[in-house]
Antibody
Framework: QVQLQVSGPGLVKPSDTLSLRCTVS????????WTWIRQPAGQGLEWIGR???????NSNPALKSRVTMSIDTSMNQLSLSLNSVTAADTAIYYC??????????WGQGALVTVSS | DIQMTQSPSSLSASVGDRVTITCQAS??????LGWYQQKPGIAPNLLIS???NLEAGVPSRFSANGSGTDFTFTIASLQPEDIATYYC?????????FGGGTKVEI
């Protein structure tokens, strides 16, 4: 059973960059898509984007200009950066192992609050 | 973006009841539709993929069907552990999009 652990600062100031890391254990990072999804408290789910193990990415057009994703197969880690954050970016951020576009195995997520 | 309209947004039912949730896509997504269960404080869990394929380990009281734009999710006999919010998700087109969720209460 693959384990996905999201880590990073829980508090980010407005206009700063949100940076998160997802560490993958119990399985290979290669050969899969890795998806980022977020969920504001008490609200629905928003697809941020995905990265394949070869580094190719797809992002949500609503966020595309602010999103950067990367992958380090040697460390079994993937990263998400979201710049120019506002309070609207406050959410739980999930890392998900995906088969093509199907988001199958979810990590527990990490809460990021944007506040001064 | 493909819009996913899920209804109802909430429902209250009794143990043993049959519960049905619907999801409508704004355009044809063939059968690229998944259903997720999310309990409070826990990440969503994929129950059904490809519109009707039950994931391994998911109880058989859960089922779903549909194709094109109209989809249905059913709990044949509601159990106390089924209290959760359920989401549909289309994965035919990027960006993937979710329905607004259905909160199921007893």
């Amino acid at each position: 059973q693959v384990q996905l652990q999201v880590s990073g600062p829980g508090l980010v100031k407005p206009s700063d960059t949100l940076s998160l890391r997802c560490t993958v254990s119990g399985g290979s990072i290669s050969g899969y898509y890795w998806t980022w999804i977020r969920q504001p408290a008490g609200q629905g789910l928003e697809w941020i984007g995905r990265i394949y193990s070869d580094g190719s990415t797809n992002s949500n057009p609503a966020l595309k200009s602010r999103v950067t994703m990367s992958i380090d197969t040697s460390m079994n880690q993937l990263s998400l950066s979201l710049n120019s954050v506002t309070a609207a970016d406050t959410a739980i951020y999930y890392c998900v192992r995906s088969v093509a576009t199907l988001t199958k195995e979810w990590g527990q997520g990490a809460l990021v609050t944007v506040s001064s | 973006d493909i819009q996913m309209t899920q209804s109802p947004s909430s429902l209250s039912a009794s143990v043993g009841d049959r519960v049905t949730i619907t999801c409508q896509a704004s355009q044809d997504i063939t059968n690229y539709l998944g259903w997720y269960q999310q309990k409070p404080g826990i990440a969503p869990n994929l129950l059904i993929s490809d519109s009707s394929n039950l994931e391994a380990g998911v109880p058989s009281r859960f089922s779903a069907n549909g194709s094109g734009t109209d989809f249905t999710f059913t709990i044949a006999s509601l159990q106390p552990e089924d209290i959760a919010t359920y989401y549909c998700q289309q994965y035919d087109n990027i960006p993937l999009t979710f329905g607004g969720g259905t909160k199921v209460e007893i």
